[in-house]
């Protein structure tokens, strides 16, 4: 069993950043793929960033440039570094580990950018 914790979020203007990070309990989390999801009212869940366990990392197009995945698997966290904050930004952001077809989900953190 994983249980993962997501904190970070907030309400920031358009244009500043905020770091989300996701602690994850349990053992072998280095072997986890890890990804963020964000769901906005009324959207589906959709995948923003994703880090395999070797530290690759893939992005949707749209946070391309501005949002950076990583992992610390010291600390059993990941993070998504956020810059350059957009209103369309605006979702519950979820933390997302996955191994071997296994998949684990933490409870979401809100992030809100408005002016």
């Known amino acids: 069993q994983v249980q993962l914790v997501e904190s970070g979020g907030g309400l920031v203007q358009p244009g500043e950043s905020l770091r989300l990070s996701c602690a994850a309990s349990g053992s072998i989390f280095s072997s986890y793929a890890m990804g963020w999801y964000r769901q906005a009212p009324g959207k589906q869940r959709e995948l923003v960033a994703h880090?395999?366990?070797?530290?690759?990392?893939e992005y949707v197009d749209s946070v391309k440039g501005r949002f950076t995945i990583s992992r610390d698997n010291a600390k059993n966290t990941v993070y998504l570094q956020m810059n350059s904050l957009k209103v369309e930004d605006t979702a519950v952001y979820y933390c997302r580990a996955n191994r071997y077809g296994v998949t684990y989900w933490g409870q979401g953190t809100q992030v809100t950018v408005s002016s």
């Open positions: 880090i395999t366990s070797g530290g690759f990392t």
